[in-house]
Nanobody, 115 residues
Framework: QVQLVESGGGLVQPGGSLRLSCAASGSIFRPYPMGWYRQAPGTQRELVAA???????NYREAVKGRFTISRDSAKNAVYLQMNSLKPEDTAVYYC?????????WGQGTQVTVSS
């Protein structure tokens, strides 16, 4: 069974920074694609950033230049450094990992950007 545990969310003022962390555990024996989605109230879940098994990254346009995704494959961990945060970044952020058996999700961590 695969489990993902996220941490690092919270309340931050506009222009501030947060770093989200996600650690996957279970039967994971090599690097797999990982990433982050987010979902604001009343909206669909949307991809924020993804990183492939070999470190190729992909970002949604709205966060390019502000967010950075990285991974530590030895720890099966993925991180999201979020800078210059805006109120529209407010959402629940979910990490995921895509294995050959399917995609697994974390429980979500709330990020609120407000003054």
């Amino acid at each position: 069974q695969v489990q993902l545990v996220e941490s690092g969310g919270g309340l931050v003022q506009p222009g501030g920074s947060l770093r989200l962390s996600c650690a996957a555990s279970g039967s994971i024996f090599r690097p797999y694609p990982m990433g982050w989605y987010r979902q604001a109230p009343g909206t669909q879940r949307e991809l924020v950033a993804a990183i492939s098994s070999i470190g190729i990254t992909n970002y949604r346009e709205a966060v390019k230049g502000r967010f950075t995704i990285s991974r530590d494959s030895a720890k099966n961990a993925v991180y999201l450094q979020m800078n210059s945060l805006k109120p529209e970044d407010t959402a629940v952020y979910y990490c995921y990992i895509t294995l050959s058996s399917g995609t697994y999700w974390g429980q979500g961590t709330q990020v609120t950007v407000s003054s």
